[in-house]
């Protein structure tokens, strides 16, 4: 087995499930993308990755990988030393657009100083192996974190994904954990309605706490449309962007590519015309920019950005 294949059995771990799309940006991005799939299908016929079909396409045709049994024993002694061992999704619509919305305009690279820490890892990992940057509890278990930079500094933004909605007390549990967060810079929520949104809002005022300013909203049909550039409709910096939060290494072409790109569930993304659009334009812009800078408030423990959350998906 090569770097390369390990690398991709890795991410595979850390993220559940990923498209063909989203591992051709990840792994292949200098080669063409008909290699990246003959390389996955060489994956396959070895064992090593499955591919999983995703339920509810009409025509049978939404697909994306995760490990199987052999792939997972393949990379496990080189993980950290697991309190629960597991690799799959238990929710693949769910774990897709988390991938999505977690990778983010970071497919084309993690910007210098900036980190991400995956919700499997949260799960499957012992506490005493998270990252200094991450909260020290299994309370709580958020879809995933972001290291970022704003203005020079270094600021934890915790992800939460809701696509189905919980009971007050369960909303109030969630605000709880976050209402004494002063190691978090904002809690971004990727809801499927408004009505989510207020739920979760009226529980975070209702604990009160540090935290009542950390929590930011996003609708998921924006998302998916706008990926990064999606603006908050709820909280402390409604009309601000997602991407003002994250700063990214390359000018993005087009809001649309990071969303289409990750959730392309094609088996063979490069026959669509409107993927071979998308990787044309990103190759005249896969090298570049500085950090965007952000305007939003650095991260301070008298900074009342804080909020709540404890809850499965």
């Known amino acids: 087995m090569t770097r390369l294949d390990f690398d991709i059995l890795i991410n595979l771990w850390r993220w559940k499930l990923l498209t063909t799309a989203a591992l051709t940006e990840l792994h292949f991005s200098k080669h063409a993308p008909s290699y990246a799939h003959r390389r996955l299908l060489d994956l396959k016929k070895a064992r090593l990755v499955e591919w999983l079909h995703i339920k509810g396409d009409p025509n049978g045709r939404s697909f994306a990988w995760t490990l199987s049994k052999k792939g997972f024993e393949a990379i496990q002694d080189e993980l950290p030393h697991l309190r629960e061992v597991g690799f799959r999704s238990e ?7 988390v991938a999505a919305v977690h990778f983010g305009d970071w497919i084309h690279g993690v910007p210098q100083g900036c980190e991400l820490f995956t919700e499997q890892q949260l799960r499957r990992c012992h506490v005493e192996h998270y990252p200094s940057w991450i909260p020290n509890t299994e309370i709580h278990r958020p879809d995933g974190y972001w290291l970022t930079q ?6 934890v933004v915790a992800l939460e994904v809701e696509r189905s909605q919980k009971s007050p ?6 605000a709880q954990f976050y209402s004494n967060r002063p ?9 499927r309605y408004r009505g989510m949104a207020h739920a979760i809002h009226e529980a975070v005022r209702e604990i009160k706490g540090a935290g009542m300013g950390l929590h930011n909203f996003i609708l998921e049909d924006d998302f998916l449309k706008l990926g990064w550039t999606a603006t908050f409709f709820l909280g402390r910096d409604v009309g601000k962007t997602l991407s003002r939060l994250l700063p990214t290494q390359i000018a993005i ?3 649309h590519v990071g969303p289409m790109l990750l959730l392309n569930t094609q088996k063979s993304p490069h026959r669509s015309n409107i993927y071979s659009k998308i990787q044309n334009s990103l190759i005249s812009h896969r090298l570049g920019s500085s950090l965007v800078a952000s305007p939003l408030s650095p991260l301070s423990s008298t900074n009342p950005s804080q909020g709540d959350p404890t809850h499965d998906k």
């Open 91 to 97: 929710c693949v619509p769910h774990d897709l657009l």
């Open 150 to 155: 704003v203005r020079n500094a270094a600021g």
């Open 169 to 174: 007390s369960d909303y109030r549990a969630i």
């Open 183 to 191: 190691e978090l810079l904002r809690v971004v929520w990727v809801v």
């Open 253 to 255: 072409p087009s809001p």
